[in-house]
C-alpha cells in the first residue's frame, strides 16, 4: 500500500474516532493500522487508549507487550505480557511473548521459565522451542538446546533457523558429520543463507576434509563475490596445501 492509501487509511480512523471517543474499537483498528506501517509508537499511544477503555482486554495488553519489545522497552513489555497472562492464564502465546521480551532483556533463565510454561500449555509450536534453544544456549547448556532445535524441527522441517542453530550447536559439541549434514540441508533448501555456507566451510575444515571446504567456499563465492571474509578463509586453506598462487589471488581479492 503506498503512502496516500496509508495517510487515507489512518486518517479515517481518526475521523470515526472524532465523532465517537469512547469506541475502543476504532482505536484498535487504527492501532492496528500504525503497527501495519511500521509506527509502534503511534500504535501503542492507540492501544493504551483501548485499556484506558477495556482495562481487562488480555489480547490488548498482549499486543501492547509486544508493541513495547519492539520498540527496546523490555521492561514496559514485561509489564503489559504479566497483565495480559493475569487476565488469561491459559493462553501459551502471551508466556512465549513473555518469554521474547525477557530474551531480549538478557534474561534468560525468566525466558526459559516462561517457554517451558508456554509449551506445558501448547507443545506444538516450533517457534518456542526455537528460542527456547537460544535461551539454552546463553545458558551453557548446549546439550539442552540441541534438544529444543530438533524438536522444532520435528514440529516444522522447514524452519531454517531453527535448523542453523542446531547446526551450530553441533560444531560446538564436536558432532561435525552431524553438523555438516544439517549446513547441507539448509544450502540445498536456502542457498541464499549465508551463515549457512561459513558453518559448512569451517566444519569441514575443522573435520580435517579441507578439499571439500574449498569447494564449498568456491561455491559461495559464486554467490557472494565481494565476501572478504571466505576470501580470506579460502586464501588460508589454500595456503595450508601449498597452493600458492591461488592462495595470492584470493588474499588480494581479501584486501580489496
Known amino acids: 500500500m503506498n503512502n496516500n492509501l496509508h495517510y487515507m487509511e489512518i486518517e479515517k480512523f481518526k475521523k470515526l474516532i472524532k465523532q465517537n471517543p469512547f469506541n475502543d474499537e476504532i482505536y484498535y483498528q487504527l492501532g492496528c493500522a500504525y503497527d501495519r506501517y511500521a509506527l509502534p509508537e503511534l500504535a501503542i499511544d492507540a492501544f493504551l487508549r483501548v485499556i484506558e477503555l477495556v482495562p481487562n482486554d488480555d489480547c490488548v495488553l498482549d499486543y501492547l507487550g509486544t508493541l513495547y519489545n519492539e520498540v527496546g522497552k523490555q521492561s514496559e513489555a514485561i509489564k503489559y505480557h504479566a497483565a495480559a497472562i493475569d487476565n488469561n492464564p491459559e493462553e501459551s502465546s502471551y508466556y512465549y511473548n513473555l518469554g521474547n521480551a525477557y530474551l531480549d532483556l538478557g534474561d534468560y533463565k525468566l525466558a526459559l521459565q516462561a517457554y517451558r510454561k508456554s509449551i506445558s500449555i501448547d507443545d506444538q509450536q ?47 559439541l564436536k558432532k561435525l558429520d552431524s553438523a555438516i549434514a544439517q549446513y547441507k540441508k539448509i544450502i540445498k533448501y536456502t542457498p541464499g543463507e549465508h551463515q549457512a555456507w561459513l558453518g559448512l566451510a569451517f566444519a569441514q575444515r575443522d573435520a580435517g576434509l579441507l578439499d571439500a571446504a574449498m569447494q564449498t567456499l568456491s561455491g559461495a563465492l559464486e554467490k557472494f563475490p565481494g565476501d572478504k571474509f571466505m576470501h580470506l578463509h579460502l586464501a588460508e586453506i589454500y595456503q595450508s596445501k601449498g597452493m600458492v598462487n591461488l592462495a595470492q589471488v584470493h588474499f588480494q581479492q581479501a584486501s580489496l
Open 126 to 172: 516450533a517457534d518456542v522451542f526455537d528460542n527456547m534453544g537460544i535461551a539454552l544456549l546463553e545458558l551453557g547448556e548446549t546439550e539442552a538446546a540441541t534438544l529444543a532445535f530438533n524438536q522444532a524441527l520435528t514440529l516444522d522441517k522447514q524452519h531454517g533457523q531453527a535448523r542453523l542453530r542446531l547446526a551450530d550447536c553441533l560444531v560446538r
